[in-house]
C-alpha cells in the first residue's frame, strides 16, 4: 500500500494534502460562536481581554472562558443568534436555536487590569507562532490549501441546493502533487478530492456528482487527469471545539499550539499569527523569495524574544535569510501594541474570517493580507 502512493512519482515530484471544513462541520460552528462573542465584545469595548473557548455537542452548546471588559454581552442571546443565522432549526440539524441548552461559564475580571495592560503593551501570555506564504498562488497561500477551502465553501453551496447528500458538516481534504525545484514547489496535479460526512445517499452514486458538481466547478481542468481520485466515507456527527482546526496552511506551518479564535488581540495567539502571516506575504510579495516561514516568540512582554526566517533556499538576487530578517527588522514595528494598531485588530471583523479563514483573502478586508511595500536589504 505504501508503495502503491508513489509508484509513478517522479523523484523531483512529491504530495502534500491539506484539509478544510465546510460551514456547518461542529468545529467551525465553535469557531464561530467564540468570534461572534468576541466581536460583540470588542463592538462594546475595544480593550476587551478575552480568552474563551466554546464546545457543542447533539443539543448542548457551553461557553467556558475569562472576560475582563466593560461590555455588557447577552452570551446566551449571541450564541443562539448565530445557530439561527446558519440555518440550524432544531429539525434533524442537532441544534435547535431556541430548544437547545446554553451553558455559559464565564469568569469576569476587573477590566482596569487590561486597559493598565494594554497600556504597558504586554501580552496576556507567551507563545512561538509561525507564519507562511509562498508563490503557489496570487493569495501567496499553499495550492492545496487554497484548493481544499474553495472546494469546502462549494460543497457548502451545493449542500443548499442540488446535492442533498452533501451535509453541512462535511469536510474536504485535497492531496496535491507537486514538482519540488530548489526549494520551490509547482503545483503539478491534483492526486485526490476525499470527502467525510453523515451520508445517507449510497458512496457509489455519490462519487459522479462529487466530480461533475464540486469539483469541476472549482479546479482548472489542467490540474484533473483521468488518475485523479475521488474518495468518499461516512462519518457520523461529532462534537465541535472551537480551535482544534487551526492549522491554516496545512503542515508546512503551524502557527500555534492554542486555539486562534475566541481570544482578544492582546494575547499571542491572536496578533502574532496574524502579523507573521502579514510579514511573510510582503516578503513573497516583495519577490524576495517564493516561499518562507516566520517564527516569532513572545514572552508576555511588548517586543518580541526572537525572530527566525526560512526560506527554504528559494531567496532571490543572492540574498540570504539573515539579509530578509534584516529587511523585517528595518520594516515592521514588532512591538505588540504597534501591531495590533497597524493591523486595526481591536476592530470586530472576526466572525467574518471563519468561513474561509483569515488568510488567502484578496479583496482587502483584512489588514494583514494586504503586503507592505518593503525597502530591499
Not at 126 to 150: K, Q
Not at 309 to 314: L, N, R
Request: aromatic residues 6%.
Amino acid at each position: 500500500m505504501a508503495d502503491a502512493l508513489i509508484a509513478g512519482l517522479p523523484n523531483t515530484h512529491v504530495l502534500f494534502s491539506a484539509e478544510s471544513l465546510c460551514d456547518g462541520h461542529p468545529d467551525k460552528l465553535c469557531d464561530r460562536l467564540a468570534e461572534s462573542l468576541v466581536d460583540s465584545l470588542l463592538a462594546e469595548d475595544p480593550q476587551t481581554r478575552a480568552n474563551l473557548q466554546v464546545l457543542v455537542k447533539a443539543d448542548m452548546a457551553i461557553v467556558l472562558g475569562s472576560v475582563a471588559t466593560t461590555a455588557q454581552v447577552p452570551y446566551e442571546q449571541v450564541v443562539r443568534r448565530v445557530l439561527k443565522k446558519l440555518g440550524y432549526d432544531g429539525s434533524g440539524k442537532g441544534l435547535g436555536p431556541d430548544s437547545c441548552r446554553v451553558v455559559i461559564h464565564i469568569d469576569s475580571q476587573v477590566p482596569e487590569a487590561a486597559l493598565k495592560a494594554a497600556e504597558d503593551c504586554n501580552l496576556s501570555d507567551s507563545g512561538v507562532i509561525t507564519g507562511y506564504a509562498c508563490s503557489e498562488t496570487p493569495e501567496c497561500m499553499p495550492f492545496a490549501v487554497l484548493l481544499a477551502c474553495r472546494l469546502s465553501q462549494r460543497l457548502t453551496e451545493v449542500a443548499r441546493s442540488s446535492c442533498h447528500w452533501a451535509k453541512p458538516e462535511s469536510q474536504v481534504q485535497v492531496t496535491m502533487e507537486y514538482k519540488r525545484t530548489r526549494g520551490k514547489l509547482i503545483p503539478s496535479r491534483v492526486h485526490t478530492v476525499h470527502i467525510s460526512a453523515d451520508l445517507t445517499t449510497p458512496i457509489e452514486d455519490i462519487k459522479t456528482q462529487l466530480r461533475e458538481e464540486v469539483v469541476k466547478a472549482v479546479v482548472s481542468e489542467q490540474y484533473i487527469d483521468d488518475r485523479t481520485i475521488y474518495s468518499v466515507n461516512s462519518v457520523g456527527r461529532t462534537s465541535g471545539l472551537s480551535g482544534r482546526h487551526g492549522n491554516f496552511y496545512g503542515s508546512w506551518g503551524d502557527q500555534s499550539s492554542s486555539a486562534f479564535s475566541g481570544k482578544d488581540p492582546s494575547r499571542v495567539e491572536r496578533v502574532v499569527p496574524l502579523a507573521a502571516r502579514w510579514i511573510a506575504k510582503s516578503l513573497v510579495k516583495a519577490n524576495l523569495c517564493d516561499r518562507v516561514m516566520v517564527q516569532l516568540a513572545y514572552t508576555g512582554l511588548g517586543a518580541p524574544s526572537s525572530i527566525h526566517i526560512d526560506t527554504f533556499g528559494t531567496t532571490k538576487a543572492g540574498r540570504e535569510d539573515k539579509d530578509l530578517t534584516a529587511a523585517v527588522l528595518a520594516n515592521f514595528d514588532l512591538r505588540a501594541e504597534s501591531l495590533i494598531q497597524e493591523l486595526s485588530l481591536r476592530q470586530a471583523v472576526y466572525e467574518k474570517t471563519v468561513s474561509a479563514g483569515p488568510f488567502g483573502r484578496e479583496d482587502g478586508e483584512f489588514p494583514w493580507e494586504c503586503p507592505r511595500a518593503l525597502n530591499s536589504p
